[in-house]
């Protein structure tokens, strides 16, 4: 069964840090981009931090540039987003997604994390 299930939200004060992760399972997890998307109360999805298949190349919203990292780990099939310097605007659901562009096209969701950022 293909799917990804995110963990790790929570309350946490402004300042502080949190690890997100999210496990794959159900497809080659080698063979997709890992994403970490968010949705802040009454507002659109945005994404926030891609991390490429091949090469593990980068990219992050200008919003969490120096403050967030994403990461995988192979051999667990687990990506990561790493927050720190949390602000109360960080605060939204945060949804992992596994994106394949080459046949056979792939795209799954998470279920989604709350974060809420607050003191």
């Known amino acids: 069964q293909v799917q990804l299930v995110e963990s790790g939200g929570g309350l946490v004060q402004p300042g502080g840090s949190l690890t997100l992760s999210c496990v794959a399972s159900?497809?080659?997890?080698?063979?997709?981009?890992m994403s970490w998307y968010r949705q802040p109360p009454g507002k659109g999805r945005e994404l926030v931090a891609t991390?490429?298949?091949?090469?593990?190349?980068?990219v992050y919203a200008d919003s969490v540039k120096g403050r967030f990292t994403i990461s995988r780990d192979m051999a667990k099939n687990t990506a990561y987003l790493q927050m720190n310097s949390l602000k109360p605007e960080d605060t939204a659901v945060y949804y992992c997604?596994?994106?394949?562009?080459?046949?056979?096209?792939?795209?799954?969701w998470g279920q989604g994390t709350p974060v809420t950022v607050s003191s």
């Open positions: 991390i490429t298949s091949v090469g593990g190349i980068t």
């Open positions: 997604n596994a994106k394949r562009t080459r046949l056979p096209r792939l795209e799954v």
């Open positions: 159900g497809f080659t997890f080698s063979t997709v981009a």
